[in-house]
């Protein structure tokens, strides 16, 4: 059983598209992240939503929209796609949203989105 | 200033030898986790050992320690005994309570375990 899992694995599209990556965990926590990890390995966080609501949003273009339907689920979509927006998009989970400093964020194994 | 820092871009070991990772941090918040995570090349980030910035001793997951050096502001994270499985991409990563705690991660460092 996986317990952050992401879908796509894989994505290749062209410039101007609009595409979705989903999110789903099983561990029952209650914070979900979206990290980027760009071509040179940086791993920046992008949103961080507890109990559905939107708590960290960092800057990233408002192309980017994150949803949460409810706390197991954290979907990002992005529209009018652009050739720096390739990387790796990293879904993650913790209990609690920082208040134990200790929670672990666990993570997906990554969304690699390709634009060409 | 950078809150995490880690000066070794690429390290080589040989197998079977210890290696430290360097990763230093930078917050004024007293209550802060430390955490280490691995990505190999297939790309997962897996978590490693988490040290409190309460906790009295250094974590210990098995090969991997830490050496939390509270006043120097550092969380080395020593491998013992290097596997070739333990060749990947290592982070640094710091989640502070007063920053609505987000974490946030260091470059990295490579790591490269030798035959």
């Known amino acids: 059983d996986t317990a952050v899992s992401q879908t796509p694995k894989y994505l290749v599209t062209q410039m101007g598209n609009d595409k979705s990556i989903k999110c789903e965990q099983n561990?029952?926590?209650?914070?979900m992240y979206w990290y980027k990890q760009d071509s040179k390995k940086f791993l920046k966080i992008m949103f961080s939503?507890?109990?559905?609501?939107?708590?960290i949003n960092e800057t990233v273009p408002n192309r980017f929209s994150p949803k949460s339907p409810d706390k197991a689920h954290l979907n990002l979509h992005i529209n009018s796609l652009e050739l720096g927006d390739s990387a790796v998009y990293f879904c993650?989970?913790?209990?609690?949203?920082?208040?134990?400093?200790?929670?672990?964020?666990?993570f997906g194994e990554g969304s690699w989105l390709t634009v060409v | 200033a950078q809150k995490i820092t880690q000066t070794q871009p690429g390290m080589f070991v040989q197998e079977k030898e210890a290696v430290t990772l360097d990763c230093t941090y930078d917050?004024?918040?007293?209550?802060?986790?430390l955490f280490w995570y691995k990505q190999p090349s297939s790309g997962e980030m897996i978590f490693l050992i988490y040290?409190?910035?309460?906790?009295?001793q250094n974590a210990t997951e098995g090969r991997y320690s830490l050496n939390f050096q509270k006043a120097r502001k550092s969380a080395n994270l020593v491998i013992s005994a290097s596997q070739l499985g333990d060749s990947a991409m290592y982070f640094c990563?710091?989640?502070?309570?007063?920053?609505?705690?987000?974490?946030?991660f260091g470059d990295g460092t490579t790591l490269t375990v030798k035959p």
């Open positions: 040290q409190g910035s309460y906790d009295q």
């Open positions: 993650a989970s913790s209990q609690g949203e920082g208040r134990r400093p200790g929670n672990t964020i666990y």
């Open positions: 561990l029952g926590h209650d914070t």
């Open positions: 990563a710091m989640r502070e309570i007063a920053n609505a705690g987000k974490s946030t």
């Open positions: 917050t004024s918040d007293p209550s802060y986790g």
């Open positions: 939503y507890n109990n559905k609501e939107l708590i």
